[in-house]
């Protein structure tokens, strides 16, 4: 079946490492996305990629890094940097249409000890 | 700014009808999503508007007014699988989403 996957769906992390959150999509979509998800807030882009090999930074895009070296796979890295990274993670792709919906992951739940 | 405005939280009772209202000030309008999202989980699209008017997709309804920045969706014949949160999203100028925090809605039986 077609769809987006995130792994791990739970992650704990001690300060001072950095962790990468994987997203990988079979549905053909061109445009990646990553957001970060706070208790009453809205979701929040950080990283975005609408072609292979190329990437453009969110709103949030401070102490995150991400790679697109293939269409399929838009993995994303927590890095040590980010002041505070607890937090739910949603990957998103969308097709060429622009107007297009976005089909989500299931999510990374990261935990900072 | 920016915004994109919704209530916290609603409840409602099964087999009733709820209207979650989104206002919106953004730069530039290429649509509003409506999506929903259960506790954990993630968010699933449930409708698009770009033209005013209502849309109806089976027991949920999605209503766009541009000139009034204002949607509402509208869910009828409530059931308890419906609780959930339900998030107004606005793609502006630059074809990027913006989201609000989210409704949460409550079902009680």
């Known amino acids: 079946d077609g769809g987006i996957t995130q792994s791990p769906k739970y992650l704990f992390r001690k300060e001072g490492q950095n962790v990468t959150l994987s997203c990988e999509q079979n549905?053909?979509?061109?445009?990646m996305y990553w957001y970060r998800q706070d208790p009453g807030q809205g979701l929040r882009l950080i990283y975005y990629?609408?072609?292979?090999?190329?990437?453009q930074k969110g709103d949030i895009a401070e102490g995150y890094s991400v790679s697109r070296e293939k269409k399929e796979s838009f993995p994303l890295t927590v890095t040590s940097a980010q002041k505070n990274p607890t937090a739910f993670y949603l990957c998103?792709?969308?097709?060429?249409?622009?107007?297009?919906?976005?089909?989500f992951g299931e999510g990374s739940r990261l935990t900072v000890l | 700014g920016q915004n994109i405005d919704q209530p916290t939280e609603m409840t409602a009772t099964e087999g009733a009808i709820v209207q979650i209202n989104c206002t919106y000030q953004?730069?530039?309008?290429?649509?509003l999503f409506w999506y929903q999202q259960h506790a954990g989980e993630a968010p699933t699209f449930l409708s698009y508007?770009?033209l005013d008017g209502l849309e109806e997709k089976g027991r949920f309804s999605s209503f766009l007014s541009r000139s009034k920045g204002y949607s509402y969706l509208l869910l009828k014949e409530l059931q308890m699988k419906d609780s959930a949160s339900y998030l107004c999203?606005?793609?502006?100028?630059?074809?990027?989403?913006?989201w609000g925090a989210g409704t949460k809605l409550i079902i009680k039986p």
């Open positions: 998103a792709s969308k097709g060429l249409a622009d107007t297009g919906e976005l089909f």
């Open positions: 999203a606005v793609m502006d100028s630059n074809y990027q989403l913006i």
């Open positions: 549905l053909n979509h061109d445009a």
């Open positions: 953004t730069s530039g309008f290429n649509g």
């Open positions: 508007n770009v």
């Open positions: 990629s609408q072609i292979v090999n190329d990437f």
